[in-house]
């Protein structure tokens, strides 16, 4: 994270450092120094021909091209200019006299050149220039050619001058004849820290050895209770937190929601959470905080004994309720005693088949638990603890009939599903109305950064959202599902 940190704040002060603002300035540099006369000199540097040669009153000639340039953020006026007199800058050639000047104004600019066109609007004497005020906005610039006479190229000449809250700097300049560099000095700079940047990450995430806990991880044990329904997405999960966070352990011990309700509303300080089939009623346990995790789908199993193949809603709720004991009150080319695998009160799945199908009606009251009859001996209302039991039941008994979550369903052997009301059990069927929003439980919010907080941030809307995404589950938290799971 150091590194990663340092290469941003490379790139934002390179970005800075070239937009940052600066004051009132003006900036000069020397372009262009070259001696063009022979003069008396006692090394020729070069050699001169016609005029150049022989100038009149000019013994060793020299040419300059300076650049006067706004080089800060603002505009500069005249009154910006605070040298007493008519003009603004001077201009020190040092010990080489001034013979003639040219100013050249900035391309597409020459209206520049109105400063300039007074008789004395600029004055040159003995080694000094001295320009008028003109105003120039951020950027502009007009250039002197200047002829010089001494000993000397000219390229030590020097802007002096004062601007109103600001100042005179000298830039960087190269000669006429040398190559630019492809790349500044700060550039090359900025280019090597974030190399090095690049080339840390990668050793630090490719190296042997240096393994480090993915962003979120929590350390410590945790207790997954509750839905046994649910438990099978909710090992594959914690297999898979405990992969990306080996410093971790999480088991899955599933005994029905509302046990798993009760351990959590009775054990405040416990690393504990508890999936539920369906909100609960949180009045007798105000304690109790539920995030909503994933959509499920459930199903009616029968033996493959019986050739119902699809149930309304009401003859659900007669069957469950004891209204009809013999499949041939469902339908006449079924007989037998019909046997009722329920689930025990503690059961999210039982709590969300009676709120869907049962209503206000009861179940009979002859219900017990377990299973006390054979396979055949008559009709029987059983209470079943787990899903598992269920499954056991409807394959052993012949005219048997339950309801568990599609997953287990699909492997339910000697047994098939029905439909209800004509739609086949299924998640992405919406007018299927035998599915359930799956809640995590916690004793009071979660501790930011606990593991408790860290496991279901990973379940709900981190990396272990894509093991709820199946045939018969789904996650709440997507675009597709979010009202669904509102709902």
Known sequence: MLTALIGLVASFAAVWYERRPRRRLIGYRVQMAIRVGNGNRRRRTQAAFGLLNDLPGISDASLVLLRVENYGAQSIVESDYTNNGPYGLTVDAADIFVRSVVVIPDAGQEHLLGHFAGPDSIRYHDNNIY????????????????LLDGDGSGDDMRVRGGIRDGGIVETESISVDDRPSKFSRPARLITVLLTVCVVVLAAIILLPGHARRPVGCATGALTVAGSTAFAPVMRTVADRYEADCPDSTITVAAQGSEAGLRDVAA?????????????????????????AAALSTFAL????????????ADQIRRI????????SGIDPGARGPIQVL????????????????????????????GCTLASSSGSEFCLLSSTNEVVAKVAAFSGAIGFVDLRAARKAPNAHTVAIDGHQPSIHDSAYRFTEVEYAYTHDRPVPRSLVDSFLNYLITG?????????????????????????
């Not at 320009?131 to 200047?146: A, E, M, S, T």
């Not at 009623?281 to 995030?291: D, E, I, K, V």
């Not at 469950?320 to 499949?327: A, E, I, L, R």
């Not at 990396?463 to 709902?487: K, M």
Request: glycine share 10%; net charge neutral; aromatic share 6%.
């Open 301 to 312: 199993v029968v033996n493959d004994r019986v050739g119902v193949r699809n149930l309304t």
């Open 342 to 369: 329920s689930r025990t009160t503690d059961s999210g799945s039982r709590m969300a088949f009676d709120r869907l199908f049962l209503g206000q009606s009861s179940e009979p009251a002859n219900s017990s638990p």
């Open 267 to 291: 054990s405040p300080s416990a690393n504990l959470t508890a999936i539920s089939d369906g909100r609960v009623n949180a009045g007798g346990s105000p304690n109790l905080w539920g995030q």
């Open 131 to 146: 320009l008028p005020r003109v105003p120039l906005n951020p950027g502009q610039h007009y250039k002197l050619l200047v």
């Open 463 to 487: 990396p272990g959202r894509s093991n709820v995404i199946t045939d018969d589950d789904q996650p709440c938290y997507t675009p597709d599902n979010l009202l669904r799971c509102r709902g």
């Open 320 to 327: 469950f309720s004891g209204g009809v004991t013999d499949w």
